[in-house]
C-alpha cells in the first residue's frame, strides 16, 4: 500500500514528464540533456523511495509533509497554468500571495487535484516502512537526504532553472529552500529619502499615470488600421457612452515596450523608477512616486479597480500605503463596471483644483474576457461563450481556450470586446461633458499597459497570452499615449513633437522619469538615477525584460522587439456588427 501510493502520485504527474522529454527530443534532439535528465529524475526518485524508508516516524513524517507541500505547490500551479514552474514563475507567485483566495476560488479544480495528489504522497511516505533492510535498502536511505539538499544548491547554480519534469514534490522543496536563501540574503535596509529638489515653481495641475491590464498596443485603433476603437482618435466617440466630449491634446507615441511581461514586475518599476542597469537596487531601496510627489507639493491619490476591501497588489505594503493621500477601490462596483467607475472618480479628482499625483490600475483586458463587456458591445463576432466569469477581474488561466487556431479566434474576439468597452468606452466616458466638463485643464495624463499580450495569430498552438517562460515578442509591446495640457500651447507643441520623434521607438522606462519632470524636479539630476524622459532623444534599446526577478546570480534577459515582426489583428476573425449603446 504505501508504495502503491507513491507510484500513483508519480504517475500522477506523468503529463509533466513526458512534456520535458519531448521538449529534449524536438525539435531538436538533445542526447547529453536527456541523460542528464534521466540520471537526476531518477535519483529523485531514489531519493523519495529512501526517505519513505526512514524507520524514525519523528524525521519520516515532516519530511512527507515538506514533499508533500512541494508536490503541491508546483502541481497547483503547474495544472492551473498549465506550464513549468521555474523559479521565476515561483518568486511571481509569492508576490501574488495576497491573490490566493481568487486562485482558490478560480482554479478550484486544479488544485484539488494537486491538493489530492500531495495527500497520496503525504499517506505513502508518511506509513511506517516494514520489513526493508537489505542493501539497497541502505542505499537509498543513504542518498535520500543528499539528493534532497543537493537539488536546491543545483539549481541554485542554475539560477532556478533545471528542475521542469523531475518529481514535483523534490522541485518543490528545492524552489522553496531557494527563496528561503534569498531572502535570508537578501539585503533589507531602509528606503533612502528623496534627495532631489524641485526647481522652479510647484506645480498646480495633476499627473495621472493610467496603467491599463493586459492591453495589447497593437490592438487599439491608434496603432494598427484594423485596431479596435480606443477613444483616442480624433473623430467622436462611438463606444457607447454617447458622444464623446471636446477632446484634450492627444499624442500618441505609439507602440512601446514593456518593462516585463508579468504585472508585478512592471507595476513595481512604474512606482519606483530605475534604468535598465539599475532596477533591481532602485526597486528595493530608492524612494516611490509617491514620496517624490510629497516632496514637490502634490496630493497622492491612487485609484485600484482591480483590487477590493484594501487589499495590496503588486507588492505594495503598509509602508508604502502611509504616502498616499486617497486610496480608491470599487468594493460593490460589479467588475464590468470598474473601468467606467474610474473613469467618474478620476473626472472628479480632474475638476478639484488640487494638484495631484494620481495613479490608476485599471481592469483592462485580462482574462477572462468573456464576460468584461455588455452585450451591447459584442461587436466582434463569433466570440467565447459568456456567462462563467461575470464578476471575476482575472484569473490564473484563459477561459476557455484549448490552444487551437479556431479557439484563438474565438478569444479574440472576446478580447476586442473587451477593449472596446474598458478602453474606448472608458476614454469616451472620460471625455465626455457629464463627466469631464472641461476638467482636464492642464492636467496631464500618461496612458499604457502593464504589459502585451500574445494570441498566436501565427497558429502556433498554446494556451498563454502573457507571463511565458519564453515569451512572444507580443508579450512586450504596449500602447504609450500622453494626454493633456490644453491650456499650454508650448508644451502640447513640445509633447506633439516629442511624440513624433519618438512613435514606434521608446519603452516604459521612459514614464517615471517623465513624471518626476513634471512635478519640477530638474532632467539633469533625474538622468543619472532613472534615465531619460519621453522629451529626450537618447535611443532607446526597444527590449523587455523576460528575467525581470534575476535572482541567485542570475541576469536579466532582455529581448529585442523587431516592429515590423509584431503580429497585427486579423481581419479574417471577425464580423464587425454595429454596436448600441446599453442606455
Not at 539549481?155 to 533545471?162: A, D, K, P, T
Request: aromatic share 10%; hydrophobic share 40%.
Amino acid at each position: 500500500m504505501k508504495f502503491m501510493l507513491i507510484g500513483l502520485s508519480i504517475l500522477l504527474g506523468a503529463s509533466e514528464i513526458w512534456r520535458r522529454l519531448t521538449l529534449l527530443m524536438l525539435p531538436e534532439f538533445q542526447p547529453v540533456g536527456l541523460v542528464a535528465f534521466g540520471g537526476l529524475f531518477t535519483l529523485c526518485l531514489i531519493s523519495l523511495i529512501g526517505i519513505a524508508l526512514f524507520t524514525k516516524g519523528w524525521l519520516r513524517w515532516p519530511l512527507a509533509l515538506v514533499l508533500a507541500a512541494g508536490s503541491m505547490l508546483v502541481d497547483g500551479y503547474q495544472w492551473a497554468v498549465g506550464d513549468f514552474m521555474e523559479y521565476e514563475a515561483f518568486v511571481t507567485m509569492v508576490q501574488s500571495a495576497d491573490d490566493v483566495g481568487s486562485a482558490v476560488a478560480q482554479q478550484g479544480a486544479a488544485l484539488a487535484m494537486s491538493a489530492a495528489k500531495a495527500l497520496l504522497l503525504l499517506i505513502g511516505v508518511g506509513m511506517k516502512p516494514r520489513g526493508a533492510s537489505g542493501l539497497l535498502t541502505r542505499a537509498a536511505k543513504a542518498v535520500a537526504l543528499p539528493v534532497l539538499l543537493g537539488l536546491p544548491v543545483l539549481l541554485f547554480f542554475r539560477g532556478g532553472e533545471g528542475g521542469s519534469g523531475l518529481p514535483s514534490s523534490h522541485s518543490g522543496a528545492s524552489l522553496a529552500m531557494l527563496y528561503g536563501y534569498d531572502m535570508a540574503f537578501t539585503d533589507r535596509g531602509a528606503r533612502q529619502p528623496v534627495t532631489l529638489k524641485p526647481s522652479g515653481a510647484q506645480r498646480t495641475s495633476d499627473i495621472v499615470l493610467i496603467i491599463d491590464e493586459s492591453i495589447a498596443g497593437a490592438y487599439l485603433d491608434i496603432n494598427s488600421a484594423a485596431g479596435v476603437y480606443s477613444g483616442l482618435m480624433p473623430e467622436e466617440g462611438e463606444a457607447g457612452e454617447g458622444e464623446a466630449g471636446p477632446k484634450p491634446p492627444i499624442h500618441n507615441f505609439g507602440l512601446a515596450t514593456s518593462v516585463t511581461h508579468c504585472s508585478v514586475g512592471t507595476n513595481v518599476v512604474m512606482r519606483y523608477g530605475g534604468t535598465r542597469d539599475n532596477y533591481r537596487e532602485t526597486i528595493r531601496s530608492g524612494p516611490s512616486i509617491w514620496a517624490y510627489a510629497k516632496a514637490a507639493g502634490l496630493a497622492t491619490v491612487y485609484i485600484d479597480a482591480q483590487r477590493t476591501h484594501g487589499r495590496y497588489q503588486n507588492q505594495m505594503d503598509a509602508a508604502e500605503r502611509k504616502l498616499i493621500d486617497r486610496w480608491d477601490q470599487f468594493d460593490d462596483v460589479p467588475v464590468l463596471d470598474r473601468d467606467h467607475a474610474v473613469a467618474t472618480r478620476l473626472a472628479g479628482y480632474l475638476g478639484d483644483e488640487q494638484p495631484q499625483l494620481i495613479l490608476i490600475n485599471k481592469i483592462g483586458g485580462h482574462f477572462p474576457v468573456s464576460d468584461k463587456f455588455p452585450l451591447s458591445h459584442a461587436r466582434y463576432q463569433p466570440m467565447l461563450k459568456r456567462g462563467k466569469f461575470a464578476n471575476v477581474a482575472d484569473t490564473a488561466t484563459p477561459d476557455g481556450l484549448d490552444g487551437s487556431a479556431s479557439n484563438w479566434r474565438l478569444y479574440r474576439n472576446s478580447y476586442r470586446n473587451t477593449v472596446l468597452w474598458n478602453v474606448g468606452g472608458f476614454f469616451d466616458r472620460l471625455f465626455s461633458e457629464e463627466t469631464a466638463a472641461g476638467n482636464l485643464g492642464d492636467a496631464t495624463i500618461l496612458y499604457t499597459s502593464d504589459h502585451g499580450q500574445s494570441f498566436h495569430e501565427r497558429g502556433d498552438r498554446g494556451e498563454a497570452t502573457h507571463c511565458t517562460p519564453d515569451p512572444q515578442i507580443e508579450e512586450g509591446v504596449v500602447p504609450l499615449v500622453v494626454i493633456g495640457n490644453s491650456g499650454d500651447a508650448a508644451q502640447t507643441r513640445r509633447w506633439a513633437e516629442a511624440a513624433a520623434a519618438g512613435k514606434d521607438k521608446l519603452s516604459h522606462y521612459r514614464i517615471f522619469p517623465t513624471m518626476l519632470s513634471l512635478m519640477g524636479y530638474a532632467p539633469q539630476d533625474i538622468a543619472p538615477l532613472y534615465g531619460p524622459d519621453l522629451f529626450a532623444s537618447d535611443p532607446d534599446p526597444f527590449t523587455f525584460n523576460v528575467r525581470f526577478n534575476a535572482r541567485l546570480g542570475s541576469d536579466p534577459e532582455w529581448r529585442h522587439v523587431p516592429l515590423a515582426d509584431i503580429a497585427r489583428p486579423p481581419r479574417s476573425d471577425y464580423r464587425a456588427k454595429p454596436i448600441t449603446s446599453p442606455k
